[in-house]
């Protein structure tokens, strides 16, 4: 998940989330990517192009993408940042869950406190160095 979305601007939010379904090979990719925009509640913003929403639900439709795949490793960079405290919660739910659930490894970067605390590990990084592990 990138933090500047990297959206198809000429594509609505479900073909952006269906196009990476499609190249993952999935057998439902419309109805996979469906149900991924519902899980951010996007439902009735699939038609539109990302010049067409907000930040946040540009931000939420890239969560859509990443999470479409349920993929075994998804690497996040300030998965929240363009987000209202509760969607921001939302998303970082739907990330809790497919840990939980699917055992996706997660590995986030982020200035959140309140998200990087959530987590099993945190590492921290000053001047480029990790200055603190802790397990």
């Not at 990476?20 to 439902?43: F, N």
């Not at 930040?55 to 996040?76: D, F, H, N």
Request: aromatic fraction near 4%; charged fraction near 20%.
């Amino acid at each position: 998940m990138f933090q500047a979305f990297h959206l198809l601007q000429h594509f609505s939010a479900l073909q952006n989330v269906v196009i990476a379904a499609e190249i993952a090979g999935l057998e439902a990719p419309v109805k996979a990517a469906q149900e991924a925009l519902a899980r951010v509640g996007l439902e009735p913003r699939t038609a539109h192009l990302p010049g067409q929403i907000s930040g946040g639900e540009c931000q939420r439709v890239a969560s859509a993408r990443a999470i479409v795949t349920r993929p075994k490793i998804l690497l996040c960079d300030e998965p929240t940042g363009s987000l209202d405290r509760v969607n921001a919660a939302k998303v970082f739910e739907l990330l809790l869950e497919l840990h939980h659930d699917l055992g996706t490894t997660l590995v986030l970067v982020t200035h959140d406190p309140h998200l990087a605390n959530r987590h099993d590990r945190q590492v921290f990084l000053e001047g480029g160095r990790i200055v603190n592990g802790a397990a």
